[in-house]
């Protein structure tokens, strides 16, 4: 990338801010993902059941 004016550089910084925000924000949703996807099946684990789908129905996880 490249400015030709200071207009045109803040433009660039905010967007790149903003890109470096929702970056961080997959990451940190990714990582919730996998620490629910782990405790979902050590629940399972503990149940003595493999899936998930094998709980009763209205069971919250």
């Known amino acids: 990338m490249s400015a030709f004016v200071f207009g045109e550089l803040e433009v660039q ?4 801010n903003i890109k470096a925000g929702i970056v961080c924000a997959a990451e940190r949703l990714a990582v919730r993902m996998a620490e629910a996807d782990r405790r979902r099946a050590m629940d399972g684990r503990r149940d003595g059941r493999r899936n998930t789908a094998e709980r ?4 919250a996880l």
Request: hydrophobic share 40%.
């Open 13 to 16: 910084c905010v967007a790149e």
């Open 56 to 59: 009763e129905p209205g069971v």
